[in-house]
């Protein structure tokens, strides 16, 4: 994957915000569209200076239909906060794509299980999955139902859409990996993806395993390179003896087989 | 911004010379910070480097310290990321054959958490064609032991280095520690002990909390602080050591720019290494060559080795 | 961006104690930022800070270093001013009138050239009044004499501080550098030697080049480095140091908000100072008490002391 | 004068690049356009982040006739760079305005003798001193033609106007002092002011104090703080008795007495 990845200035086409603290952002980066496979991220500098340092990583939200690249994203700190303020026209120093994606199975029944954020990489990975004609079911989770995110996007797509929220606000009350579970029976799925908070793909890795489906997560954890240059962003994981070793999070992910991940940690 | 409009024609020479070793231009990644050479590839031509540095090694796998590993500060990086390496076997079987194939020298990186585990990595080390020198990492704050224990106290960054330059007929690099009171005492006695050049500096010892968990925010509590932020500390050492031995020096610390090479050369640097820079932008140490062509070449300076130590005070 | 919202109703406690005198608030101007006082007057209400630190004095008028004496860096200051004052008696008779009217306790900062001027300047300034402490700067790095000399040597730290608590009554806070290999070690020595409370840290050495000269930036060809990008260094000698010592700290070094005392206070500072800030915006000691207002009051924290210290290992 | 400096936000009302390297900025700054006097200057934030760190020092150019703070800079390096790119209704942190300005006489024949970039406190000064019925002999030098700034607005203003310019592109070909020079008789001024380069201004001194003409100049220094907390910006002085010493350019200056100055330093 590595020979494909640029670094771009990449101009920003439009910017919105869809909630107070959220941000829909597209940009023209044609290489990275083309290259781009869910699950992967982008590596972008959010300052002309040396304050803030280093790039933030985002993932991969969506292609749009005229090849645009879209990011979604909260503005939480300074980075963010910084890409937030960019508008149409400016020019933003974008690498990737980068990291290691999900699986694209073809002809299997899926779940993919969204909590808050973990939507973003997902509804990429939905649209990839349908293009290989997969039955697609779609697990979104929020605290309430204003924090669903791309809520209208994922109707439009043609998949099975289950909705939880903390408060029952919509949907299902309670978490979504607690929703998940209710349809999780031996057989129901043949392969599984989540992202979102730590405890709830904890949670999804347990239960995958219990009926032995095949499951991805896609984890985050903080970068300096984005690129694998500095061992700065790993995460531990065992291998099948149960030995454990710290993996880049950048370039042996973001995406890990769920079972391999060391959760306690 | 910072290139210089190049003048047509006049191209002046970027060689210089350390302990022995011809390099190309005075530009080298710094340990740590280019994984073993591959990862960059695809971004920039090794080749055009002026010697190729790769991450510490080990006598022994090191699996490295508990993420979180980095935390951004403003203008720098902490890190702790704990010398994660596979241990100077695999290092040999798996990595050396690649880099063993690029035309700049390389300089292999090494730390011991004892004097004799320096020597061992030293003589291991030797055998194997394709190295050009040994960078002695005394000044690591990220492990328990070894590391920055020897860069601190003179005697025994006298010891490390003796011992290694007993194994080894190669060029031995040490690499410094800023962390002291006077940094020019362990130059001046690592150099008694027969180091042939010095690399400077290693990262400032540094911390950060996070708020939200009121925990450190890097898992090993404690990291080094590299980057920008870092620069004025670094010029200040190299400009000291420069004046307090003879060997040459490799200067680092918050090199961005070829601006900022060509100051660490004024300050009395033969080479520089580029750490930070290259983890935020992967084509820096290219840009940075380029705008060192371009600088000699407006400036009309035949010979960059003109502007080592050239401060005027 | 820093600011919290406050929780209506909720008023959590901000006073601490430094030696036995109790501030309203942990927030003081660091030496040397804050000139005499009347500078900041038309920016921010002198009466609500923790307490007003003075440029540091000396025994007889010090013209300071030749231009220039600053430099900026990457989130960074380099300074060389050299201590420039106009020697205590002027300060006596001119500038104290006006700073012994003010609320906040007045500590008052010296620095002398030998052993007997730090005592000398103690005894002068113990009889009189309103002057609440002594901040003994053993650690400036921009003066050839005495400065930072005391402050990498143990034995020479606790000397002068003996010297210093025979003269005075007064409490007496040991302003240390971090320019040492063990910054412990100086705290363990001038705790030991009497110091009541100890400040840090003072500036780091820096140096930088200006390009088109060819000549160090500063006049003084080296000077100290402040600001954000020193944040990190400074926080792990406060937590050093809060770990080896039982006196309170007075924590400085880069912050800029409230976040940021929080964060040093977490470390084990009981108090802190703000410097390069109030040189970017002269109402940054004022907007750093709000939001630790705001801070403590959106966590219903009740005694803000309950922070000192408080980062979970 | 220091308890009407204030600190504010002022909207860019409009910026335009006049020469390759130099821009003229308005600012809405009501208070500051209200109290400043020629000579003064604003402190400026070139930044969100803490990189560029310091604020940047900018002469007070003019007040607009809608009482618009006008500005007139040199993109040099980090900070002038940014604030080159800022643009209609952007907001900028301004401190000011600050230092000591120029003595403003009233029906006097005064000299004006501004070098490059010099010219732009002096403009201001220009139009203060006609509003007290000076006769005003302005002096204006720049290497060439291209780079006599703001020629027009002075040709609009009722001074008397001399140029010079090293290659001899307009005007006299010489330095503006050498110029300035040719006009100095004993009586033929009663004031004199300057701002330029450094060695132009130690000329413009010399030749004052032969003929015992009142002189000041503006000069510069590197600042931090620019309202005399840290003592980072000083010139030095000498009183009567030629004793020298460190005066803070940013509180006692920008303006001092030409006598005063140790023009060696
Ligand atoms: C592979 C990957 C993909 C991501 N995709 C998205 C996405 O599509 N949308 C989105 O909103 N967020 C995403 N995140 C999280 C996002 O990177 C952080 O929220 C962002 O970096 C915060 O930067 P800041 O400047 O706002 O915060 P600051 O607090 O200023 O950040 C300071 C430092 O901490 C790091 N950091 C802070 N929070 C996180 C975090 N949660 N994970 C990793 N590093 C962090 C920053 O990168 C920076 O180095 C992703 C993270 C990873 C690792
Ligand atoms: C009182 C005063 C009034 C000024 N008025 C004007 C004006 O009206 N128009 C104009 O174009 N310039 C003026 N200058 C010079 C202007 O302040 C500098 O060109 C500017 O600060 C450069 O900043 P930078 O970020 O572009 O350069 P950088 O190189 O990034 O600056 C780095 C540091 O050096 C300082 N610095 C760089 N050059 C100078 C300089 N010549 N004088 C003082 N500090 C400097 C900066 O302030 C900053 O701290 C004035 C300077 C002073 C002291
Ligand atoms: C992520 C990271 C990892 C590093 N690893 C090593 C290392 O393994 N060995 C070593 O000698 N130095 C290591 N360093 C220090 C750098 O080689 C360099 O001395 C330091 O970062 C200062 O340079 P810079 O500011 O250009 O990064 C590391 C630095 C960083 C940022
Ligand atoms: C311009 C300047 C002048 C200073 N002068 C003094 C001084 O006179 N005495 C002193 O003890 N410290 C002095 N310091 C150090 C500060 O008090 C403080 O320890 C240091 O700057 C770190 O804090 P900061 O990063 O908040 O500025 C000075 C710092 C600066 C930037
Ligand atoms: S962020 Fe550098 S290796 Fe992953
Ligand atoms: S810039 Fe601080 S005193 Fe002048």
Redesign the interface.
Known sequence: M??L?E?LEAVVLASSQIRPDIYLLSLEAPTISRDARPGQFVHI?C?????????RPLSIHDIGSKGELVLLFQAKG?GT??LAGQQAGNRINV?GPVGQGFSIVANKKVAIVAGGLGVVPLLFLARKLLESDNEVNFFLGAQDCDKLLRLEALRRMEVNLFLATDDGSAGFKGTVTDLWKKHLRPGAFDWAYACGPQAEMAEFARLAERVALPAEVSLE?????G??????????VCDASGHK??ENVC?CGPVFNAAAVCWE? | MERVQAVKGHQGSLEVEIAGITLQNPVMPAAGTFGFGEELAPFIDLNRLGAIVVKTLTLHPTPGNPPPRISETYSGLLNSIGLQNPGVEKFVQVKLPYLRQLKPPLIVNIAGRTISEYAELASRLSGEAGIKALEVNISCPNVKEGGIIFGTVPEMAAQVTAAVKKQTSLPVIVKLTPNVTDITEVAKAVVDAGADALALINTLRGMAIDLETRRPALGNIIGGLSGPAIKPVALYAVWRVARAVKVPIIGMGGIMTAHDVIEFMLAGATAVAVGTASLVNPRALIEIIEGLEDYVAAQGIDDVRELIGAVQI
Chains 1, 4 share one sequence.
């Open positions: 590595k020979l990845t670094i500098r300052s002309h200076t040396y304050d803030p340092l280093l790039r300074r906060a910084w690498l954890e903080r970068m300096a390179c690129i694998g240059l500095c061992r700065g962003c790993v995460t531990a070793k710290y370039s940690d």
